[in-house]
């Protein structure tokens, strides 16, 4: 990838193409692809498509463009069973299967149906996905199959397991020669030590007999000196140190922030934190440690700090939403504990949640990206629960009762915008809570 980003999540749309291979529905589905530090995993599931027969098979390309032709890269084949199919593949972000372009420059996936391996002179494609922008690609791929430039990744992978078979075989080759040379090396060097420690040894016994006559002198002169400081001792007067209990403690805390004045003698009523060391580095911390015991003695200052950086976590993801999101009411009601805004991207919002550390797989599985997909957006909020003095995230994910699938289980509560009964075809919300904390879901009916 040309900016090297350490992470990177994309996804992808199909959109139906070529009509004729419809099963139980329009064949639809999604391409997302995953990137951490150089390695990319791609994961492609498609519905409503029937099953292939007489060698057919459906295959799946990704596209790029570059210097105005198309790169088309060949992902596999992709089985389908009772209409449903999935592929997944791991790869070099930076060059893709060897072709010496990023992830990045890849803006399109299809599924393209083909006969054993081979295209029959004729494109079929059911389904598309663009990243951006739909781009002209059928006359390019063309040109590309009929001069054999098309990108296999899998015969890529190959070359690249046998070149490092070759790569590993020469090296072992030159480590046995490097070992003989050594070995006649480490000949000559044994042969050189033995006549550098017979002179060492020599050298060494010398020098003992040095070290022992200086011994020797350095004893007789501190014995000297040991028995003039005696002397010096015996006329001198004694002097005897204050007693511990005219010492006081001082301390310097701030009499605005509710502490007590500089210089003031602590005494026994002094509050546990201070007495243990616990308020050490609380300027950088924007609250004062010995109010918030005078106000809640049981409230310890662990607490307090967990609170307050919680607090000003919610803060920053609620400026993140107004800049990035539509203040939004899908239920039209007046309750002020909710807040929210509505996404109309879901990678948009998955990348604020990584950039606040908020890390939750789960909220964008295929039942959520499915859902965005028919309905165009999903919600996020806000909540504030008043008697505990604490806030959560909260994501809606739009759907029809009894009939969208739920996407989090036992975990989500459903909310409709008309009556307060769930009722067969209503459109609503699927509720799901997040600790932005830990990332977990959570199960409320709040």
């Given amino acids: ?243 511990d209990r005219d010492i006081e403690i001082q301390t310097a805390s701030n009499t605005e922030d509710g502490g007590q004045a500089a210089g003031e003698t602590v005494g026994n009523n002094v509050c546990r934190p201070q007495k243990e060391g616990d308020v050490s580095g609380v300027h950088n911390m924007e609250f004062n440690p010995c109010a918030g015991c005078i106000n809640n003695p049981d409230k310890n200052m662990a607490a307090q700090a967990e609170e307050y950086e919680r607090r000003n976590l919610l803060e920053k993801l609620r400026a993140s939403f107004n800049r990035s999101f539509e203040k939004y009411n899908p239920f039209m009601s007046k309750r002020k504990d909710y807040e929210w805004w509505k996404v109309s991207s879901p990678v948009h919002l998955n990348n604020i949640m990584y950039q606040y550390g908020i890390k939750t797989p789960l909220l964008f599985n295929p039942v959520v990206m499915m859902s965005h997909f028919k309905y165009r957006h999903l919600i996020v909020g806000i909540y504030t629960d008043k008697t505990k003095d604490i806030e959560y995230l909260v994501c809606g994910i739009p759907g029809v009762y009894n009939v969208d699938e739920r996407p989090f289980g036992e975990l989500c509560r459903w909310v409709q915008l008309e009556g307060s009964r769930p009722r067969y075809g209503a459109f609503g919300y699927w509720l799901v809570f997040i600790d932005p904390e830990s990332g977990k879901l959570l199960a409320r009916n709040t």
Avoid: H
């Fill in 1 to 243: 990838m040309e900016k090297r980003q350490k992470f990177q999540r994309i996804f992808m749309i199909f959109n139906n193409e070529d009509a004729g291979y419809e099963a139980g529905g329009n064949p639809s589905g999604y391409l997302k692809i995953e990137v951490r530090d150089g390695r990319g995993k791609l994961y492609a599931t498609v519905q409503n498509l029937r099953v292939l027969q007489g060698g057919y098979m459906y295959v799946v390309y990704i596209l790029a463009e570059d210097k105005e032709r198309i790169v088309p890269v060949r992902i596999g084949a992709l089985p389908v069973a009772n209409g449903k199919g999935d592929i997944k593949w791991e790869f070099d972000s930076y060059s893709v299967a060897d072709t010496e372009l990023g992830i990045d420059r890849f803006g399109a996936a299809i599924l393209l149906v083909e006969a054993e391996n081979m295209m029959d002179g004729k494109i079929i494609c059911p389904l598309a996905a663009y990243r951006d922008k739909k781009i002209d690609w059928r006359n390019a791929f063309k040109r590309a199959y009929l001069s054999e430039n098309l990108v296999d990744s899998a015969e890529k992978e190959e070359e690249k397991v046998e070149g490092k078979e070759e790569k590993r075989e020469e090296k072992e080759e030159e480590k046995k020669e490097e070992k003989g040379a050594v070995r006649e090396e480490e000949k000559g060097e044994a042969e050189k030590r033995e006549k550098e420690k017979g002179e060492e040894e020599k050298g060494k016994e010398q020098a003992e007999e040095t070290r022992e006559e200086t011994e020797i002198a350095e004893s007789n002169r501190q014995d000297k000196e040991e028995a003039k400081i005696e002397k010096e001792d015996e006329n001198s007067t004694y002097k005897a140190a204050p007693d």
